[in-house]
């Protein structure tokens, strides 16, 4: 587990890690920004997902997750990579023609989330 250096964590924090037999790495000193893709993937779930879902055990957490990570690299749009989900490598072809398509709505973690697609 990486954590960083706040003095909060005590020394019981840590050894509930290490009796689940987990190294607890620390972050450099004064390195804010060293975590920062994780905190912003983080961020993305709880925007996206956990604030609108109320998870009852740990079961519930596992099957939301493992479903929004189907979401988040198979459908998501990222910026970063002009609007394609992670897992594809190139630009779907566009509608450039005047005909009508139907589109398909797909709903995700029970409607918190739609995918949008135009039917063949």
Request: net charge neutral; hydrophobic share 35%; proline share 5%.
């Amino acid at each position: 587990m990486l954590r960083d250096r706040d003095s909060k964590y005590t020394g019981s924090f840590d050894s509930v890690f290490e009796a689940e037999e987990m190294q607890v790495l620390l972050s450099a000193p004064r390195a804010p920004r060293m975590n920062a893709h994780f905190e912003r993937v983080i961020g993305t779930i709880r925007r996206e997902v956990l604030d609108h879902i109320l998870m009852t055990n740990e079961a519930h957490a596992r099957q939301v997750l493992a479903e929004y990570q189907e979401h988040y690299n198979c459908h998501r749009p990222h910026r970063s990579r002009d609007q394609r989900p992670l897992e594809v490598q190139e630009q779907p072809a566009g509608l450039h023609d005047r005909v009508p398509h139907k589109l398909l709505r797909t709903r995700v973690l029970g409607g918190v989330i739609n995918e949008y697609r135009y039917a063949a």
